[in-house]
C-alpha cells in the first residue's frame, strides 16, 4: 500500500511472543542474547521488532535438548508426570 508508515511492520514484545508462538519472556532472552535487535522508537516504553526479523528468529530450528533420564532413574513424581502425560520412556 502507498501510504504505509515505517512502523507498520514493527510488533511489541507481546506481539512478537504470539507470531512465533514463544512467550514474552523467551523474546527478551533472545534480545539480551543479541539473537533479536529492538528497533528504536519515540511512542512510550517497551521494545519494537521488526515482524521479519521476529519471523526469522521464529523459525530458526530449535537445537536438540538433553533426552529423559530413564524411568529407573527418576523420582516417583516424575514417573507420575510422565504417565500422566503419556510420554513413558523405558
Not at 5 to 20: E, K, N, R
Not at 47 to 52: G, K, L, N, Q, T
Not at 54 to 64: E, H, K, Q
Amino acid at each position: 500500500m502507498a501510504n504505509e508508515s515505517p512502523t507498520d511492520d514493527l510488533v511489541t514484545t507481546a506481539q512478537a511472543a504470539a507470531l512465533i508462538g514463544k512467550s514474552r519472556e523467551r523474546i527478551l532472552q533472545l534480545v539480551r542474547a543479541g539473537e533479536l535487535t529492538p528497533v528504536p522508537h519515540a511512542e512510550g516504553t517497551g521494545y519494537r521488532f521488526r515482524r521479519a526479523e521476529v519471523i526469522a528468529v521464529g523459525n530458526v530450528p530449535r537445537r536438540p535438548g538433553t533426552p529423559p533420564k530413564p524411568l529407573d532413574q527418576v523420582s516417583e513424581r516424575q514417573r507420575y508426570r510422565r504417565r500422566k502425560q503419556g510420554r513413558e520412556s523405558a
